[in-house]
């Protein structure tokens, strides 16, 4: 996978951050985290035709802080041939991690099979903008994998306001002016405002961190 963009990139397109500081996108990811989350990162990400299975090809969490929400949307049409995001539910991922001791935070399908046995992740293909949020930390997953056409994904990351280990920035202070007014909200989503209040009303929380 290759990450084609850099911060500046997104001022060229501001109706991408306008769309992860949609007003239903945030209370979706506060309601799981139960308070307004920090908008750490963007990317494109380019995954060219390939015939690997290494890195993060591989079975594994990431490890930004316990939980965390990654928004997977599809930029072009992705079938099952271009590599499309593959994950487990954290259910089932919880097990797996119980009896199964990462290997340099990979898990080899082979070591998954002997240990677990036959296992049916799910995996994400679809239309040109349809997406996904799945917390990352808790389930099991990988992406880009034996690639026979290239895919094009966008990819946001929303963690904890005080997740310890994704360091605080400035790095949107050249988007926002493009943006236009922000909300108070939408100013603590990108860290300009701190947190003031330490939960908020929301809906239930996403299935796929259950």
């Known amino acids: 996978m290759i990450m084609l963009d850099q911060d500046e990139q997104f001022a060229a397109a501001p109706a991408v951050l306008r769309l992860l500081l949609s007003d239903e996108l945030i209370r979706m990811v506060s309601a799981y985290f139960g308070r307004v989350p920090r908008l750490a990162n963007v990317h494109l990400a380019w995954s060219p035709a390939n015939s690997t299975v290494v890195e993060s090809q591989l079975f594994h969490v990431d490890h930004a802080d316990r939980r965390q929400i990654k928004l997977f949307m ?99 202070s050249m988007v926002t002016p493009i943006l236009g007014p922000l909300t108070p909200l939408q100013e603590t989503v990108l860290a300009i405002r701190p947190l003031s209040v330490s939960r908020i009303s929301t809906p239930a929380a996403m299935p796929t961190g259950s």
């Open 74 to 172: 599809n930029v072009t049409d992705t079938a099952a041939d271009q590599g499309p995001f593959t994950f487990l539910p954290a259910s089932a991922s919880e097990r797996i991690l119980r009896r199964v001791t990462l290997n340099n935070r990979r898990i080899t399908d082979d070591v998954l099979a002997d240990r677990i046995g036959p296992i049916t992740p799910v995996t994400f293909t679809g239309a040109a903008g349809s997406a996904l949020l799945v917390d990352t930390s808790r389930c099991l997953h990988y992406g880009s994998r034996m690639n026979r056409r290239d895919r094009l994904m966008l990819m946001a990351q929303f963690t904890d306001f005080y997740a310890p280990r994704v360091a605080r920035s400035a790095r949107w």
